[in-house]
């Protein structure tokens, strides 16, 4: 298995050719392989469209302190993708990515913070503090 030609394969949209890639990598803990095997998941290339098991990996790649994973963890919170919409959950991951360097999870946040009350955001800003990768 072999990440680079993974990728090469899915930029030509040969999906299948990719996950045979990613699989065994992301199964092995790659955090590239497992955003991307998550991305697959949720956008259904290849595969069918499943937004739990997109969160599954995305979870895993996040635990690693991958930021994009993080990032698509509280777009799938703020949009309910998989999950029920869950703004306090969304602003803790948003709150996360943007911690380890990703650059669009400060903009989602700020969004995020129209809509919510100050209790709301207190409580979301408590968890991204408190919150600690789950060992496997």
Do not use: C
Request: proline fraction near 5%.
């Amino acid at each position: 298995a072999d990440f680079k030609v993974g990728m090469d394969a899915y930029n030509r949209g040969d999906f299948a050719a990719a996950l045979r890639e990613w699989r065994p990598l992301a199964e092995q803990g790659d955090a590239n392989a497992q955003f991307y095997l998550g991305l697959s998941y949720e956008n259904g290339d290849g595969i069918p469209r499943d937004y739990t098991k997109a969160r599954q990996w995305y979870e895993k790649a996040a635990a690693q302190g991958y930021a994009k994973a993080q990032l698509y963890l509280g777009m799938q919170s703020s949009f309910g993708q998989g999950v029920p919409v869950d703004l306090v959950q969304a602003y803790m991951w948003y709150s996360i990515a943007a911690g380890n360097g990703n650059m669009h999870a400060p903009g989602y946040r700020n969004d995020l913070t129209r809509q919510m009350t100050p209790a709301q955001i207190a409580e979301a800003q408590k968890r991204a503090r408190e919150w600690k990768p789950k060992t496997p």
